[in-house]
């Protein structure tokens, strides 16, 4: 089983700010990682398939990199809609698996 | 515009089997993509049950396996989910989703289960 890792657990940031979140695989998931943000009592929303293309109707300001096993996902301005929890989730292999999510907070 | 609504029973036993349904339209899961099952304990993360194709082919978290199984109802346009066994473990909010990257949710059914 392929063990994601976000990192930081918690990320306090102002609106405005560039946010920097991280994903780290335990074996390679070449291109397949995708994020998804939660906001409370919601369902998850894909963001970002395929490691850094933007699902539809995502806004400009997020963008992904990486391949391989290190992974980031960056939002350029913080707007306040933006405050969630972020989970990364890999493709590459049954099962699929999950990262632990980073809680993004407002400063 | 594609939707995903969930339905379950909401309370289940423990020992009993937790029986879920996926109501999808917007599009027709005979037309291909995978359909797939996720869950989410209280103030915990996501964890991956199952998924199946339009084919058929089924997959499975190894952790849940030999207690899951996933089907489409073709004609009612319908992803199934059946857990047996349930413990207080299982209490989670139950959500489908859409493809391998899970580009379309449900809102997600909670499911406790309880004496």
Redesign the interface.
Known sequence: EIVLTQSPATLSLSPGERATLSCRASQSVSSYLAWHQQKPGQAPRLLIYDASNRATGIPARFSGSGSGTDFTLTISSLEPEDFAVYYCQQRSNWPYTFGQGTKLEIK | QVQLQESGPGLVKPSETLSLTCAVSGYSISSGYYW?WIRQPPGK????IA?INHFGST?????LKSRVTISLDTSKNQVSLRLSSVTAADTAVY?CARG?????????TLVTVSS
């Open positions: 797939g993360g996501l964890e991956w998924s997959y499975y978290n190894p952790s959500y391998l990257a899970f580009d379309y949710w449900g809102q997600g």
